[in-house]
């Protein structure tokens, strides 16, 4: 979906959006039911994940990669990988697969004090901490109302605004 403004190699050589330090948990992507029935058995791609339902109850419709086993030691900063992400080839998910969240990141939309707005990830190495014209103009021409659209439809790609995140549509 981003295609326009970060190519797929820029992702595979950074890899940093796929994995997750202890902090940095809630930023897991979130995977629907019948993905979730998919991946957690025997499948096309070799690796059964182990998955959590989300316990808030309006995104009881939701399930989180669970990655908190995988970590080796007490380090605040050590980072684990997605199960799906192979180390050479990048994520190795179908896009029926991939959750959403994947799909547009760094973007997320967000609840801002009951509005949703979208709003850029600012730790991505290779977009950066500033949403350029590109990646502004790209949101409003369409992808916004598409991500707002699915929004409603899997209200459990919302997350809570964090300061720091810069809105770039509402």
Not at 24 to 39: A, D, I, Y
Not at 55 to 82: F, G, H
């Amino acid at each position: 979906m981003l295609s326009s403004v970060l190519s797929k190699s820029q992702c595979a050589a950074c890899k940093f959006c796929c994995s997750f330090r202890r902090q940095s948990l809630w930023e897991t992507p979130l995977f629907p039911p019948e993905v979730v029935e998919k991946l957690s058995k025997p499948n096309e791609y070799g690796v059964v994940g182990e998955f959590r339902a989300v316990d808030d109850p309006q995104k009881n419709c939701a399930y989180r990669l669970v990655l908190e086993n995988n970590y080796r030691t007490d380090d605040p900063e050590e980072e684990v990988p997605c199960s799906f992400l192979d180390p050479n080839r990048g994520c190795i998910l179908k896009p029926e697969d991939k959750p959403f969240d994947c799909s547009i990141w760094p973007l997320r939309i967000m609840d801002k004090d009951g509005e949703l707005v979208i709003a850029l990830t600012p730790t991505c190495p290779a977009i950066g901490a500033t949403p350029r014209p590109e990646l502004i103009e790209l949101v409003k021409n369409g992808l916004g109302a598409k991500i707002f659209e699915y929004a409603k439809m899997h209200p459990y790609i919302i997350k809570e605004y964090r300061e720091g995140f810069p809105i770039i549509y509402l």
